[in-house]
């Protein structure tokens, strides 16, 4: 299932319908338990997909108590902290952001 926003459930997750919170990990990422994606927020409208994935140290934190309605946006080539302004119109978007630019 494809959204422009997210609620704090692991995006690429939800494309194969399983909603799993995103956690906090130990570089105050927002990270996936099953996939490892991890995301940044801006703290108030933007959730940004990293192009790098996680190792797993997860704290006891869940983005589904923090991000309501948050946009989605891809980050920057050379800033891996920062959006690059942009937002997914469907799914093929996506798709193609998650295997084209993120770490398998
Ligand atoms: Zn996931």
């Given at each position: 299932?494809f959204?422009s926003?997210s ?6 997750c ?15 990422f927002?990270?996936?338990?099953s ?13 940004s997909?990293i ?13 589904t ?9 891809r ?9 690059d302004g ?8 996506l ?10």
């Amino acid at each position: 299932m494809f959204d422009s926003f997210s609620d704090g459930y692991c995006p690429q997750c939800l494309l194969d319908d399983k909603k799993i919170p995103l956690v906090v990990n130990q570089m105050d990422f927002w990270e996936c338990p099953s996939c490892r994606l991890q995301c940044i927020s801006d703290g108030v409208s933007v959730l940004s997909i990293i192009r790098e994935r996680g190792d797993g140290q997860l704290k006891d934190i869940l983005a589904t108590d923090w991000i309501k309605r948050f946009t989605l946006s891809r980050t920057k080539r050379n800033d891996i902290t920062k959006s690059d302004g942009s937002t997914f119109r469907n799914e093929e978007e996506l798709w193609g952001y998650l295997e084209n630019e993120v770490e398998g």
